[in-house]
Nanobody, 121 residues
Framework: QVQLVESGGGLVQAGGSLRLSCAAS????????MGWYRQAPGKQRELVAG???????NYADSVKGRFTISRDNAKNTVYLQMNSLKPEDTAIYYC???????????????WGQGTQVTVSS
């Protein structure tokens, strides 16, 4: 059974940094694109950053220049380095990944359980 397990959330003061990690475990053939989403109270879930299997990245305008997404394919892990954090970055952060369980399977998108990031002013 495939799982995405996140870690690294917490409470930080404005201007501080946090690093989120998300590791894929279980049996699968390949991982395609991976990304981080977030959902603040009363708001819709939004894409924060994404990265393809080849390393191409994209970011939400609100985090460009502050957040960096990266991945370690050997460890099946994606990271989100968050610097210069602002109170408006407070949200639950979710990892998302597209996996093929078998070589002949269609891609299916999996979600992590979410990790809370709270930025105090």
């Amino acid at each position: 059974q495939v799982q995405l397990v996140e870690s690294g959330g917490g409470l930080v003061q404005a201007g501080g940094s946090l690093r989120l990690s998300c590791a894929a475990s279980g049996s699968f053939f390949s991982i395609n694109s991976m990304g981080w989403y977030r959902q603040a109270p009363g708001k819709q879930r939004e894409l924060v950053a994404g990265i393809t299997s080849g390393g191409r990245t994209n970011y939400a305008d609100s985090v460009k220049g502050r957040f960096t997404i990266s991945r370690d394919n050997a460890k099946n892990t994606v990271y989100l380095q968050m610097n210069s954090l602002k109170p408006e970055d407070t949200a639950i952060y979710y990892c998302n990944a597209g996996l093929r369980v078998r070589s002949y399977s269609n891609e299916y998108r999996y979600w992590g359980q979410g990790t809370q990031v709270t930025v105090s002013s």
